[in-house]
């Protein structure tokens, strides 16, 4: 039943944009798309997580593998393993888990070279991790290197968090060269309760003149394209096509200390969308 209601919602929004608040309403679910997206925008690609596998779509989503750190001194060791991130019920599945020898093994799901964006309202509705060392994140990438390595051809967070770090904020940040790593370029966050048993959407509205984030359809904040005459790029490399990731880090710099109790965490998507 569940499947079927989100293939049904999946055919209504792609065929009558517009009208998706009334059918996601009668489903049950809150809306909060804003008026804009739903006057002026059409859905043009989703993944509602819905396919008969529990694989996420390999059209979409490859893996990156690995227990180095990832450049924040995280602990975990990401894999490609159904135990770590799989689809069920509706919606994907991240999870990190505490193994027998106390190692944590997670997944880092990624898009590029298979689905990237170029502009337009992105959307992801999730539950999101609380648990104290969990360091859960949606974000993107650029699809290539346009003006060299990170930080210099940018980075999106639509959603980030860290109870230990953060506490019940939930915070969206752009990175570029001009602005990155411990001092962004902008970086925001938002208190928002029981993101993990609640669901929330996280969304940006990424134009040629800036990046607007957006919970719960609500502006979070905006970080404005300065039309820098020299070395534009420095502070807006944002004129490329970027791709997903969503993954679930462990302890590290944003983690902090996990809490010895823990077992696993589990990061729950129902849909990412895009529209133009």
């Known amino acids: 039943m569940k499947r079927l209601e989100k293939v049904t919602k999946t055919v209504f929004a792609m065929v009558c944009g517009s009208a998706i608040s009334l059918f996601l309403m009668s489903c049950g679910a809150k809306d909060t798309l804003p008026e804009f997206v739903k006057e002026e925008m059409k859905l ?8 008969p596998s529990d694989e996420p779509d390999p059209e979409v989503w ?13 602990l975990q060791n ?11 019920n509706g919606t994907l599945k991240i999870e990190a888990k505490k193994n027998e020898k106390g190692k944590w093994t997670s997944a880092r799901l990624f898009s590029q070279y298979k689905k990237s964006v170029a502009y337009g309202y992105i959307e992801v509705r999730a539950k999101v991790p609380v648990d104290k ?3 859960p994140a949606i974000w993107m990438l650029p699809e290539s290197n346009a003006y060299g390595i990170w ?3 940018g980075e999106i967070d639509i959603m980030e968090a860290s109870a230990n770090v953060w506490g019940d904020k939930v915070y969206g940040t752009a990175h570029c060269l001009a602005g990155h790593g411990g001092n962004p370029i902008i970086s925001v966050g938002k208190e928002m309760k029981k993101i993990d048993k609640k669901w929330h959407t996280y969304a940006v509205n ?4 800036g990046i607007t984030w957006y919970y719960d359809g609500q502006v979070l904040t905006d970080y ?10 420095m502070a807006w490399p944002f004129d490329q096509p970027f791709h997903f990731i969503f993954n ?12 010895k109790k823990l077992e696993k965490c589990v990061m729950e998507i129902d849909y990412v969308r895009v529209y133009e």
Do not use: Q
Request: with cysteine; hydrophobic share 25%; proline share 5%.
């Open 224 to 233: 404005r394209n300065p039309h820098n005459a020299e070395d534009d790029w």
């Open 151 to 153: 930080p210099r051809s």
């Open 78 to 88: 990401y894999t490609k393993d159904r135990e770590n991130s799989y689809v069920s």
């Open 206 to 209: 990424w134009t040629p003149e």
């Open 62 to 74: 490859d893996y990156k593998e690995g227990a180095h750190g990832w450049g924040n001194n995280e």
């Open 133 to 135: 060392g969990c360091w």
């Open 44 to 51: 043009v690609w989703s993944d509602e997580f819905d396919g």
């Open 248 to 259: 679930v880090a462990m302890g590290g710099n944003l983690g902090g200390d996990i809490d």
